[in-house]
């Protein structure tokens, strides 16, 4: 049994921040402002050990910490990382900074409150990754609820009571399945740890069942068409910081729940069921494309954006059978899920920039149309460079981050299946064509408006964060092997796990 | 029959109930002869203070580790009684604690309703140690009376009159159903004594007492306000005043608790596949009609009459579940379930004032601008009660879906799994009027700093043990042990 250590730090530093931020109050928010931002910074920063002191060797979870928690249950506070949770805590540990410098000003209602509530989202996330007990996964993943609710409903846009409703519901139907499902697994085996869940035996109708049961959940969360409908709503009308959470983070708990829970919990089930998850991924991708294309609001062409993105870290974990099916070999079924997690890696840092982005513009003029925009390179060149360069991320061009997980999703495809390739290559046709088609509206052109014409071009808080998420989908499209090396193990852990039929023979 | 000596020790066991009586002679008679306008706030401190002390006497004489029987078989010791006793105790003191103000306020702080209040808790201790299925029916007439007295307590008021006629009605049927079972089960075991009969029943039950049992589910229902017998609930609620509901919804949940099981889970324990079914499908039907009709509602009591119906159906699949485990998991969810409810009923006290109740729902639009710290207080009781992480309504749920899996009963799951997301609907609209509508001007609530700190205290322990929800399952489970 290991005691409190440094996941435990990386999960309640940031709520307890959220706590003091709170207390503090409206009437101190010059010093809530600044708190908030120490609590985050000071979480990457306890987040750097991790990196350097993880063993890239083994799939094994490192930094484990037991303690008893409920013995009724025999339910564990057990946090742990490995190869796949690792790049995900960082990823939720870094992005939290931007957006609490996104709202430094902007925010005028209930600031500390703001501040407070994404804090908080910021521990209760690391917990969901850091878990590696069933029980405080759920715990976390569903007390993240509460503060996203608020953040929509208090700070978003006009339909916002709408939106957060909305959200609060799918995601809460979809959470209690998962939760019936895990109840289940515990009563089978008597014990909610990770492992343990991960090595007990079911039957393929068991497994049916469970697939279906997790899917509920972390479909709604991807999202997965056709319950992706939450998502342009709770976007639209969430302010930037939310949208920024909800992009780079949120979606990923869906896509990280897959790896952790469906293929290795329910290997036969997954791969039964794999051509409703490959289909299901492709319309995502296909589809959800084109409605990104006729978008007139911003936000929304983002949202569909990322649902479209998504669909590719669905499609790199689940494409793996019918590419040990076509190959004879399981070599290919790696790059598949490398691609899922490098996907969602880049996903998070460029679709956050992009909603970051869209938040500078709306920060001045106060719409999100596109025909609000036109020819803001004029007035704001810097900020104008930054835009295309994520945009050309989010288009999948090579030399950026977008790049490095569709090459690797759709080579894996091509061992696959030459039509499954070819539909998911679509997205760099498509990528391009309605982000490209976004920037041509709105930074170039002639000057559209007297709004635009006097725009002012980025402060250097703005300048900080848009150039360091920059840094970071250059660094990560040019040198993606430092992740890739860390995933490693685990992913191949995964493979074997995933590709072993828990049925006897 | 077990051996049962009348000596001394063992009725020194019902030391509690005999204090209790003492403490309400005592009550009665200060409240009679202390004088002046100090009189109120004298006889709810010294009806509090006796409360102290009955914590002590109750834990002194009734925490026994195995189960105790005396006065021939009537009365039982045993922790499960301990648990409910104690339970019953603390959340009889904290609803005094709330409603002191709200009855000054109003002028209707007679030393009746402390000595109702604590009548009401002697039918609850009664109920708790019932080994007997008189006195059993010996405590549930107890607490009604006393419940029926109280919701009519404010004598000026014509709605709480009309709700207190309708309770009285209704509860006697309830009870005339209750004796009626009794009898049949008494004709056909030749007993009384709740030990004996579960001895004597073994195998097949015959029409008779399958007829017998119908009677008393009934009449549990009754009590706990189950569909389709929950008629009485959502005017009950809404008509009494709200101190008053704040007691009604509270601490007599356990003696309800403490009837269903000892006759049920003890008495008729051999015959426990009949009646499962039954409790199953009025569970069912609680959940669905008491979710859905609390969607309907515009009225916070009312709502929370519908939230009540909906929340004893999941108190019942415990019971349904026929199992140690599922009775571990309706005690854990009572006790949980009693003390957001105390918590919700505590902020409608808090953010009405003289003259005007705020218990419409509309009371609350904008009530973070008006008052923050009432206003995340009703957030964590309104999340908690939806059943959502880290608050404690979410283990409670938590321990049902267990034990219903432990039985294998998927539907029981997938129902109750559906109903606590058509419930999550109207607890987070609360938040929603809350936090996200604008505020109407409209002065705060007159609410003390103490009423604050309870309260405070109140929604606290609801995140305090979402956290660390161990201790108190461990104490579910040594009242329950297999």
């Not at chain 1, 309605?434 to 014409?453: Q, S």
């Not at chain 2, 073994?202 to 589910?217: D, H, N, Q, R």
Request: proline share 4%; net charge neutral; hydrophobic share 55%.
């Amino acid at each position: 049994m290991q005691g409190f250590g440094i996941l435990s730090v990386l999960v309640w530093l940031p709520i307890l921040g959220g706590i003091v931020v709170l207390a503090l109050g409206d009437r101190r928010v010059a010093a809530a402002r600044w708190v908030a931002l120490l609590a985050a910074v000071a979480t990457v920063a306890i987040a750097i050990p991790l990196v350097t002191g993880f063993d890239r060797g083994t799939a094994e979870f490192q930094f484990v910490e037991r303690l008893p928690w409920i013995p009724a249950f025999n339910s564990w506070y057990h946090l742990g990382v490995d190869g796949i949770s690792l790049p995900l805590i960082l990823l939720t540990a870094i992005m939290t900074v931007p957006v609490i410098i996104a709202g430094w000003t902007v925010i005028e209602s209930r600031p500390t409150q703001y501040y407070a509530a994404f804090l908080i989202m910021a521990g209760l996330m690391i917990g969901v990754f850091a878990a590696i007990d069933g029980l405080l996964f759920y715990f976390f993943w569903e007390a993240m609820l509460i503060p996203m609710f608020l953040i929509i409903g208090v700070w978003g846009g006009p339909r916002r009571v709408y939106a957060t409703i909305k959200f609060f519901l799918y995601t809460f139907l979809g959470s209690v399945l998962m939760l019936v499902a895990l109840i289940y697994l515990y009563v089978q085996g008597g014990d909610y740890s990770l492992r343990a869940l991960h090595e007990l035996p079911l039957t393929l109708a068991e497994q049916r069942w469970i697939f279906l049961a997790f899917l509920a959940a972390f479909a709604v969360k991807v999202p997965m068409w056709p319950v992706h409908t939450w998502l342009p709503d709770a976007h639209v009308e969430a302010p930037t910081g939310g949208s920024v959470i909800l992009a780079a983070i949120m979606l990923k708990m869906g896509g990280y729940g897959f790896l952790r829970f469906s293929l290795p919990i329910t290997p036969d089930a997954s791969r039964e069921l794999d051509w409703l998850m490959i289909g299901l991924s492709l319309i995502a991708i296909v589809y959800i494309s084109f409605v990104a294309l006729v978008q007139t609001d911003m936000k929304k062409l983002i949202a569909y954006s990322s649902i479209a993105h998504m669909g590719f870290v669905t499609l790199g974990s689940f494409i793996a059978w019918d590419i040990a099916a076509s190959t004879g070999t399981l070599d290919g079924v790696a790059m598949g899920l490398d691609g899922a997690m490098v996907q969602m890696i880049s996903h998070g840092l460029v679709s956050g920039a992009m909603f970051l982005c869209v938040g500078v513009m709306y920060d001045r003029v106060h719409s999100r149309d596109i025909s609000a925009y036109g020819g803001v390179i004029n007035t704001m060149p810097k900020f104008a460079g930054f835009t295309v360069l994520f945009a050309f991320a989010n288009a999948g061009v090579p030399g950026t981050s977008g790049f490095v997980g569709e090459f690797l999703v759709i080579i894996a495809s091509f061992k696959a299946n030459f039509w499954y390739a070819f539909l998911a290559a679509t997205i760099l046709v498509m990528g391009a064509a309605y982000t490209l088609w976004l920037v041509k509206r709105v930074i170039f052109g002639p000057v559209a408006n007297d709004h635009v014409a006097r725009m002012p071009d980025l402060n250097g808080r703005e300048l900080v964060v848009l150039g360091s998420l920059a840094i970071g989908v250059l660094l990560l499209g040019l040198w993606p092997a430092p992740l890739l090396e860390i995933m490693n193990s685990s992913i191949h852990h995964l493979v074997a796990q995933m590709t072993t039929s828990k049925l006897p023979i | 029959m077990s051996d049962t000596p009348t000596a001394w020790s063992t009725i020194a066991l019902a030391s509690p109930e005999m204090y209790l009586v003492a403490a309400i002679c005592a009550v009665l008679l200060i409240d009679v002869f202390a004088g002046g306008a100090k009189r109120p706030r004298l006889t709810s401190t010294v009806t509090l203070l006796a409360l102290a002390v009955g914590a002590w006497v109750t834990l002194d004489h009734g925490n026994v580790s195995v189960r105790v029987l005396a006065f021939d078989g009537l009365y039982v010791a045993d922790p499960l009684a301990l648990v409910l006793k104690l339970s019953g105790l603390l959340f009889t003191a904290a609803a005094l604690l709330y409603s002191r103000p709200y009855l000054e306020r109003r002028g209707i702080a007679g030393g009746e309703y402390y000595v109702l209040a604590l009548t009401a808790l002697l039918g609850i201790y009664v109920l708790a140690s019932a080994n007997h299925l008189l006195s059993l029916y010996l405590g549930v007439e107890l607490l009604a009376l006393s419940l029926y007295a109280m919701v009519a307590f404010d004598r000026d008021s014509g709605v709480a009159a009309e709700a207190a006629m309708k309770y009285f009605v209704l509860g006697s049927i309830a009870s005339g159903m209750l004796l009626y079972g009794i009898s049949v089960v008494y004709g056909l075991s030749g007993t009384l004594a709740i030990d004996v009969l579960a001895q004597q029943l073994a195998g097949e039950p015959s029409l008779g007492l399958i007829a017998g049992t119908v009677f008393v589910i009934v009449a549990i229902g009754f009590k706990f306000g189950a569909v389709p017998f929950h008629m009485w609930v959502p005017d009950v609620y809404h008509g009494a005043p709200t101190a008053v509901t704040l007691f009604v919804s509270t601490a007599p949940k356990f003696a309800y608790f403490a009837l269903a099981y000892r006759f049920l889970s003890q008495g008729l324990d051999a015959i426990s596949p009949t009646w499962t079914q039954m409790i199953a499908v009025i569970a069912v039907l609680s959940l669905i009609v008491g979710n859905l009709f609390a969607i309907a509602q515009s009225n916070l009591k009312r709502m929370l009459a519908y939230s009540a119906i909906a929340n004893v159906g999941f108190i019942l699949l415990g019971f349904a579940t026929g199992t140690v485990a599922g009775y571990r998991a309706a005690l854990y969810y009572t006790i949980v379930y009693v003390l957001m409810t105390l918590g919700s009923f505590g902020v409608i006290l808090l953010a009405g004032r003289r003259g005007h109740e705020a218990d419409e729902l509309d009371d609350y639009k904008g009530l973070h601008a008006r008052d923050p710290m009432l206003a995340l207080m009703m957030l964590a009781l309104m999340f908690s009660t939806a059943g959502v992480p880290p608050f404690v309504g979410f283990w409670a749920k938590l321990a049902i879906f267990e034990a219903l899996w432990q039985v294998g009963a998927t539907w029981l799951i997938v129902i109750g799994a559906l109903a606590s997301v058509v419930g999550a609907f109207y607890y987070i609209r609360v938040v929603k009027l809350m936090y996200f509508d604008d505020a109407p001007a409209q002065p705060r609530g007159e609410a003390g700093f103490g009423l604050r700190l309870v309260l405070g205290l109140n929604a606290l322990a609801a995140l305090a043990l979402g956290l660390m929800p161990a201790a108190l399952m461990e104490i579910c489970a040594r009242a329950l042990a297999g």
